[in-house]
T-cell receptor, first 111, second 113 residues
């Protein structure tokens, strides 16, 4: 089954404790991206990757890092999480100019 | 800057009626538009898309209309069902750009039984 898989689905952490949210897709898509979703603000892009080893900032990259060492994986790293990073996070993947498929989301709470 | 907005944040429709969800965009360079449906606890799901060289596209019970003159698109859902209750997002991008999707803030559609 074609899918984008994120883990974990839910995470509660403390300020400053590094965490990684994993994202994996099985559709051989070149393009992957991370979004955060906040009430009243919709989905905003954090980082994206056009292919392996090619990443770039989206609209709200501050406080986040990503890596793309393999085509299927695109982890999101929060080196020192802060409460303003409490949000719902989505990973998406697509072929070039194709439809983006989204994961189920990761609800992160930073206390 | 770029923005994609929705006219109405909430919409309630009687089951069986048709619904129309509107979306305005501001980036005239956008040439590809997508409607997504997001159910509670799930990620956005693709519904229908349209390219800027078209002004109408139909799917199963859904139709997207694009008016480039006024930078407006709409999603029409025919014969609504309870399963249509969700938040609907429009998104836009430039096919020659960096693949970034710019999303609207969403409209919550509630189908009244």
């Amino acid at each position: 089954e074609a899918q984008v898989t994120q883990n974990p689905r839910y995470l509660i952490t403390v300020t400053g404790k590094k965490l990684t949210v994993t994202c994996s897709q099985n559709m051989n898509h070149e393009y992957m991206s991370w979004y955060r979703q906040d009430p009243g603000l919709g989905l905003r892009q954090i980082y994206y990757s056009m292919n392996v080893e090619v990443t770039d900032k989206g609209d709200v990259p501050e406080g986040y890092k990503v890596s793309r060492k393999e085509k299927r994986n695109f982890p999101l790293i929060l080196e020192s999480p802060s409460p303003n990073q409490t949000s719902l996070y989505f990973c998406a993947s697509s072929f070039r100019t194709g439809i983006a498929f989204f994961g189920q989301g990761t609800r992160l709470t930073v206390v | 800057g770029e923005s994609v907005g929705l006219h109405l944040p909430t919409l309630s429709v009687q089951e069986g009626d048709n619904s129309i969800i509107n979306c305005a965009y501001s980036n005239s360079a956008s040439d590809y538009f997508i409607w997504y449906k997001q159910e509670s606890g799930k990620g956005p799901q693709f519904i229908i898309d349209i390219r800027s060289n078209m002004d109408k596209r139909q799917g199963q019970r859904v139709t997207v209309l694009l008016n480039k003159t006024v930078k407006h698109l709409s999603l029409q859902i025919a014969a609504t069902q309870p399963g249509d209750s969700a938040v609907y997002f429009c998104a836009e991008k430039n096919l020659l750009g960096n693949e970034k999707l710019t999303f609207g803030t969403g409209t919550r559609l509630t189908i009244i039984p």
